[in-house]
Structures are given as C-alpha cells and as structure tokens.
C-alpha cells in the first residue's frame, strides 16, 4: 500500500512539475504564493489519481478480472 501510494505520489508530482513549466500565466511575485500553488495542485492532482486508481483496483476486484 505504501509502495502504491508513494508511486502516485511521484506520477502527481512529476505532472505537476510539468504543468507548472508549461503554465504561460505571469508569475505571482511572493514565493510564498508560488509555493502554496504548487504544493496545492501537487495535492488536487494526487487525489484524483488515487481515486481513480483504487476506484479502478475495487471495481475490477469486485468483477473479477483482475487476478491479483
């Protein structure tokens, strides 16, 4: 479970780094600022992925297809 959620992390994190350096918006001046966005959608984007991965796990364990 540890290792899952440590991976999720890490693909919420990566996705972020990339959404950050691609975003054309003018940056806010305070740092303050920049790092309570970034550590925000870090957390939103990490939700959503977990909850489509365990979504996912519980549901293909509830039909059966998934031999694990």
């Known amino acids: ?3 899952k959620l ?3 992390f890490t693909i919420a994190f990566i996705i972020t780094v990339i ?3 691609m975003d054309g ?3 806010e001046p305070s740092m303050v600022i920049r790092f309570v966005e970034f550590f925000a959608m870090t957390a939103t984007i990490f ?3 977990s909850v489509v991965y ?3 796990v519980f549901v293909f ?7 694990k």
Not at 61 to 67: E, R
Request: proline share 4%; charged share 20%; no cysteine.
């Open 25 to 27: 918006d003018p940056k």
């Open 6 to 8: 440590s991976t999720l």
């Open 19 to 21: 959404g950050f350096l």
């Open 54 to 56: 365990f979504a996912a």
């Open 1 to 3: 479970m540890k290792q």
């Open 61 to 67: 364990k509830k039909v059966g297809t998934n031999s």
């Open 47 to 49: 939700l959503l992925i």
